[in-house]
């Protein structure tokens, strides 16, 4: 069964913080994504890497960065947390091979509030 | 870049079937997908559906694809309580196979 697992369950940060999330799969996935949900705009992506060291913007990657420095591990970083990246962010995985129909796996993500 | 619309809200009774709607923008979507998302989770694949096929069916579930009105469409018969989630409709262009998805839709069934 894949696993892809969250950090932190709820983070509670003040504006100005460094905060940084973290997310670890277990299906030795060539692919992962980092997304942002808030109520009424659906998932938007925020950074994904197709591979240790490499990383690609998404649709939303101002403020956010993120690293790979390990296939299982990618990490999402808010160099200075504001109140409007308060949000609920969730981490997914995918393989490249075309049997898996490009699946993607999420975890349970992680409720940041930016107070 | 691709543009996914979806209602945001379904309501049916227990027993009824509910047909979710979604249009799409790219026509060189190759995979469209459903995801859905039960409270306090994350998103779990339901089906997907490849752009040469016009219909899969898998149980309860139908998919349905009209690739000239760019319009998919989710149905569940015999809709369960246990079916009451946020339903997302995320197509795929080819080459990425990263899905874009739409706003989603809160399916509420009530007893």
């Known amino acids: 069964d894949v696993k892809v697992t969250q950090s932190s369950r709820y983070l509670v940060k003040r504006t100005g913080e460094k905060v940084f999330l973290e997310c670890v799969q277990d299906?030795?996935?060539?692919?992962m994504f980092w997304y942002r949900q808030d109520p009424g705009l659906g998932l938007r992506l925020i950074y994904f890497?197709?591979?240790?060291?490499?990383?690609e913007k998404g649709d939303i990657p101002e403020g956010y960065s993120v690293s790979r420095e390990k296939k299982e591990r990618f990490s999402l970083i808010l160099e200075s947390a504001s109140t409007n990246q308060t949000s609920m962010y969730l981490c997914?995985?995918?393989?490249?091979?075309?049997?898996?129909?490009?699946?993607?796996?999420f975890g349970p993500g992680t409720r940041l509030t930016v107070t | 870049g691709e543009d996914v619309e979806q209602s945001l809200f379904l309501s049916v009774r227990e027993g009824d079937s509910s047909v979710i709607n979604c249009t799409y923008t790219?026509?060189?979507?190759?995979?469209l997908y459903w995801y859905k998302q039960e409270p306090g989770a994350g998103l779990q694949l339901l089906t997907y559906?490849?752009?040469?096929?016009d219909m899969k069916q898998d149980q309860r579930l139908t998919v349905l694809l009209n690739k000239k009105d760019k319009h998919l469409s989710l149905r569940i018969a015999d809709t369960q309580t246990g079916d009451s989630a946020i339903y997302f409709c995320?197509?795929?262009?080819?080459?990425?196979?990263?899905?874009?998805f739409g706003r989603g839709t809160s399916l509420i069934v009530h007893p």
């Open positions: 997914a995985s995918s393989s490249e091979d075309r049997l898996s129909s490009y699946e993607q796996y």
């Open positions: 559906i490849f752009s040469n096929m």
């Open positions: 890497s197709y591979d240790v060291k490499m990383k």
């Open positions: 790219d026509s060189s979507s190759t995979y």
């Open positions: 299906m030795d996935h060539e692919n």
């Open positions: 995320a197509p795929a262009s080819g080459g990425s196979y990263i899905p874009t």
